[in-house]
C-alpha cells in the first residue's frame, strides 16, 4: 500500500519501522492471524540491511546462546528470554523455508549463499504479503498518542491511524540515507521513555598521528592489536586492520570500537599498539634479525625492512625511529636492533576519536532496558507499546550478532503485542 488513503479500521498491532525488527514485528503479529500495519518511511522496506555485510548480510551466527549473551555485555542477560524464543536456528529455518539458501563461513557468521542482501530483505517481503501485513509506504510517524485502551499514530499531512498496540522499531541514528533518523526516540521520549546517550558504534577510529595519511589504504593483515585505555588494556584475536586518511578501520578496529567509544565519552586518553608480528616472540624477532645480519649483513636498513613490512610501512618505520635508511644492517647497534623489534610487536598510534555517528554501523545507547519488560519487549512505562532493534539498549560487535538481536526482540514484540492485542 503505496502513500494515499489510509486505512480507516482500528488494526491490531501498528509497527514503525520495516527493517529487520520491524518486519519480522509485523511477520509474527501476522502469523497470529492480527490486523497489522506496518509503517515506513521510506519506498520500500529493509533499506539499511541492504547496507549490512558490505551488501551480503551477515543475519545471524551459530555461536551457542551463552557467547550471544556474553556479546551483549552488560545488557545480554536483558536478551535472554527473545534468544530463547527466536534464536539463530529459527532464524535460519525461517529462511530456509522461503527458499533461501545459507552458508557458515568463518567464526559462525551466516550469510545468505548468493551473498546478496537483497534476497534477504525479498523473504521478508514475501512473508509479509503471505501473512497479510499492509505496508504503508513514505509516511513518517510524527506523533502518538495514548487515548484510552488505544493508541493514535500521527503520519503528518497525511492524517492518522488508530491501533490497539504499537510496536516501535525505528532503529537507531546511524546511516541517516536509510531513514534512522532518530525518530523512533523522540518519540518515545514524547511517551515518558529515557535513553541513553547516542552514540557511534561499530565505527572507525580517528588518530592524532598526521602522518597516517601516508598509509591510506593500506591493509595489514595476520596482525593483533592491543587498545590501552589507561589502565585497561583491550587485546584483538588475530586479523585486518585498513589504514585510512583519518585513521584506523578494517575488521579488528570495529568490533572493538564499541568499547573504545565508551572509553573515549569518558574523556579517557586512548592508545593502539598494532603487534605486526603476532606469531613470533621479541626472542624470535632477534634471532632471526641477528640471522638477517650474518648472512645479509652488507644490506641497507631500508631495503630490510622492506622484505619485513609492506611498503607503504617502511619509511613510516624508518621516520619513526629516526634510523639512516642506508646504513647497512651489520653496523645496527643493540638499542637500535632493539627498537625494530619494538616497533614490529608495538607499532602506536594515539586515538583521537570516532567517525560521526551518521557515519557508524550501529548506534549504542537508546531506550533503557530497565524500561521494558524483557520477557514481552513491552514497555514499562506505557502499557501497550513494545520496542524492538537497535532502538533498544543492547549493542554487540559485529558478527550477526545485532542482526539476530533485531530478529529476536522483533519476533517477541511481534508474539507478545499480537496475544494482548484483543
Same mark, same amino acid.
Given at each position: ?17 520495516a ?8 511477520i ?5 492471524k ?13 533499506r ?8 551480503r548480510c ?15 555485555g ?5 536478551l ?14 525461517f529462511?530456509?523455508?522461503? $527458499? @533461501?539458501? +545459507? #552458508?557458515?563461513? =568463518? ?10 542482501s *537483497?534476497? /534477504? ?47 516501535l ?10 531513514g534512522?533518523?532518530?525518530d ?32 591510506? $589504504? @593500506?591493509? +595489514? #593483515?595476520?596482525? =593483533? ?10 587485546? *584483538?584475536? /588475530? ?8 585513521g ?20 579517557k ?15 624470535q624477532?632477534d ?6 645480519i ?15 613490512l ?5 619509511p ?35 586515538i583521537?576519536?570516532?567517525l560521526?555517528?551518521e ?26 507499546l ?22 529476536s ?14
Amino acid at each position: 500500500m503505496r502513500h494515499g488513503a489510509l486505512p480507516s479500521d482500528v488494526c491490531d498491532v501498528a509497527v514503525v519501522g520495516a527493517g529487520a525488527a520491524g518486519a519480522m514485528a509485523a511477520i509474527r503479529a501476522g502469523q497470529l492471524k492480527k490486523n497489522v500495519i506496518l509503517i515506513e518511511r521510506n519506498a520500500s522496506i529493509g533499506r539499511k540491511i541492504l547496507l549490512t555485510g558490505k551488501g551480503r548480510c551477515n543475519l545471524t551466527n551459530t555461536a551457542p546462546v551463552d557467547t550471544f549473551i556474553e556479546k551483549f555485555g552488560k545488557h545480554g542477560p536483558f536478551l535472554r528470554t527473545a534468544f530463547f524464543v527466536f534464536f539463530n536456528q529459527d532464524l535460519m529455518d525461517f529462511f530456509k523455508a522461503n $527458499g @533461501l539458501a +545459507l #552458508k557458515e563461513e =568463518r567464526q559462525g557468521r551466516v550469510f545468505p549463499e548468493d551473498d546478496k542482501s *537483497s534476497s /534477504v530483505v525479498k523473504v521478508l517481503e514475501k512473508a509479509l504479503a503471505d501473512n497479510n501485513v499492509r505496508i504503508l509506504y513514505d509516511l513518517r510517524l510524527m506523533e502518538l498518542k495514548k487515548e484510552g485502551e488505544f493508541f493514535r499514530l500521527g503520519l503528518g499531512d497525511s492524517g492518522g491511524i488508530i491501533s490497539k498496540k504499537v510496536i516501535l522499531a525505528t532503529g537507531g541514528a546511524s546511516y541517516k540515507a536509510t531513514g534512522s533518523t532518530g525518530d523512533g526516540f523522540r518519540i518515545a521520549k514524547t511517551m515518558g521513555h529515557t535513553f541513553a546517550a547516542l552514540k557511534p558504534g561499530l565505527v572507525p577510529l580517528t588518530t592524532k598521528e598526521s602522518w597516517v595519511k601516508d598509509l591510506q $589504504g @593500506l591493509t +595489514l #593483515k595476520n596482525i =593483533r592489536v592491543t587498545f590501552e585505555c589507561e589502565k585497561k588494556k583491550i587485546a *584483538s584475536e /588475530v586479523g585486518e586492520l585498513l589504514f585510512t586518511h583519518f585513521g584506523v578501520s578494517g575488521p579488528l578496529v570495529l568490533d572493538l570500537s564499541n568499547e573504545i567509544v565508551e572509553s573515549l565519552w569518558a574523556k579517557k586518553q586512548v592508545s593502539l599498539f598494532i603487534d605486526l608480528k603476532p606469531g613470533l616472540t621479541i626472542e624470535q624477532l632477534d634471532n632471526r634479525l641477528l640471522r638477517e645480519i650474518e648472512t645479509h649483513g652488507s644490506i641497507n636498513i631500508k631495503n630490510m625492512l622492506k622484505e619485513m613490512l609492506p611498503l607503504k610501512l617502511s619509511p613510516v618505520f624508518i621516520n619513526l625511529l629516526k634510523l639512516d635508511a642506508g646504513k647497512r644492517i651489520n653496523q645496527l647497534e643493540q638499542k637500535e636492533r632493539q627498537a625494530i623489534i619494538s616497533l614490529l610487536k608495538g607499532f602506536k598510534l594515539t586515538i583521537g576519536g570516532t567517525l560521526p555517528l551518521e557515519e557508524a554501523m550501529v548506534t549504542l545507547g537508546g531506550i533503557s532496558t530497565k524500561e521494558i519488560n524483557p520477557r514481552t519487549m513491552e514497555s514499562k512505562v506505557v502499557p501497550g507499546l513494545y520496542f524492538a532493534g537497535e532502538m533498544i539498549d543492547a549493542h554487540a560487535s559485529s558478527g550477526g550478532y545485532n542482526l539476530q538481536q533485531a530478529f529476536s526482540t522483533g519476533y517477541l514484540a511481534g508474539e507478545k503485542a499480537a496475544e494482548c492485542a484483543k
